[in-house]
């Protein structure tokens, strides 16, 4: 039986998380600030105070389920009225950041981003604003907007700059007029060796031999082989096209590595950018040499390990990837049989212990959230390189496995939440 064929599981019983957390939010005073219309707690006040500094559900992962039994529950809901005056005190100095955001004349940035946590910090340290909460808040405002560094309106108005443009725009064709391809081989045998070791914190020879061998930059996508760099999910496209400079992004939309603008690549990543300390225009020069180079990278380091990801991740590839028309993803890299490496296993072991994937191939609607984890994983571990080449922070042999594993991590909760909501809209449709 396939796994689209199989039967659906039992009825999910229990309360609906989203129903717990609404519940209890009714009963709290003084969280204004924090609450949607519709009286219940703003999705940023879920994201940023509830969960991470109230609930805290990576130490109680029983209060994470979607659908709670009574206990948890009861146990979730104490929680939060537990937290009531910190939680009015956050709604309160929330409140005093942004009239002093106003007073400054700032416009940069979400205030619910920027300040929510901020709020907490100062409600457990000052308790509720008192009368040297301006003072308190025109200081914190000071920390979080240092002026002194680069900001994205900065970058806008930078690239949008008609003379900038024109002269961006003629370097990136020079770069990719320029660009060659790699006489190096892959030395496959130190690859696999490192798939092989890097888990348990060794590898460090072999992960020398790849950067000296250059074979990061050999394993690449061939930039004239169609498909080569859609098929691992770097670009929608048959083959990437030099980027636009571009004055807009958006992190909830942003595209494929490979067809982001310079904009959306550095926006990405900004923090770093601003923390360098370089004026735009050198920022701007180093990405349009980064997007000309083998997997849009820099440094050889970040090369290599985006080829270990390309050659453990295949055991994570859709079966159709492997048979369409597009080139096999593992040719690439040359793997032989999928899974025979340390990592391939340890990746797909990981996986497929998650309980919400086998719940997500049993959804009547198309199992989004058990596809295309090959190419979240290579995007997410893409950008992660990307800003610590910003940075200027080098990839160590260490930090191999932990690259690897905290990609496919991170792909895991995004998709977890997405089951996680289907399980909650079921159980509030039963519960209705």
Sequence with gaps: ????????????????????????????????????????????????????????????????????????????????????????????????????????????????????????????????????????????????????????????????????????????????????????????????????????????????????????????????????????????KELPLPPEPGTSATKTAMPPPFDRTLFERLFASFAAVADSGDVLDDVVHDEIRRTAGAWQLTEERSRVVLLAAAEASAVLADPASETGSAPSPAALVDPGPAGTTDAARRLHGRWRREPFVHHALRLKEDPAAARGVREAVLRRLWVRLHGRELRGGAVQAEDVWALLDGALRSVILDRRGIVKTSIGRDALEEAA
């Excluded at 009225?81 to 106003?102: G, H, I, N």
């Excluded at 950067?211 to 004239?224: C, E, F, W, Y």
Aim: net charge positive; aromatic share 4%.
């Design 1 to 236: 039986m396939t796994a689209d064929a199989r039967p659906p599981g039992p009825p999910v019983r229990g309360l609906p998380r989203s129903l717990v957390i609404a519940r209890a939010w009714g009963r709290l005073d003084g969280v204004g600030p924090l609450t949607s219309p519709t009286g219940v707690p703003l999705a940023r006040t879920t994201k940023l105070l509830i969960d991470p500094l109230v609930i805290r559900p990576s130490a109680r992962p029983h209060l994470a389920h979607a659908v709670l039994s009574d206990e948890s529950a009861g146990e979730l809901e104490a929680l939060l009225l537990a937290a009531r005056s910190d939680l009015a005190a956050t709604a309160a100095w929330f409140t005093a950041l942004k009239r002093a955001r106003r007073r400054a004349g700032i416009t940069r940035g979400n205030p619910q981003d920027l300040y929510f946590q901020r709020a907490f910090e100062l409600a457990r340290r000052h308790g509720s604003p008192a009368h040297d909460a301006a003072v308190i808040a025109a200081a914190t405002l000071a920390e979080v907007h240092d002026d002194t560094r680069p900001g994205i309106a900065d970058l806008r108005a930078h690239l949008s700059d008609p003379a900038v443009a024109a002269r961006v725009g003629q370097e990136i064709a020079e770069a990719w007029a320029r660009r060659t391809v790699p006489e190096d081989e892959v030395a496959h045998d130190a690859l696999r060796r490192l798939l092989d070791s890097c888990a348990n914190g060794s590898g460090a020879g072999d992960f020398a031999t790849l950067v000296a061998s250059r074979s990061g930059s050999a394993g690449a996508p061939p930039a004239d082989r169609p498909g080569a760099a859609r098929v691992l999910g770097l670009t929608a």
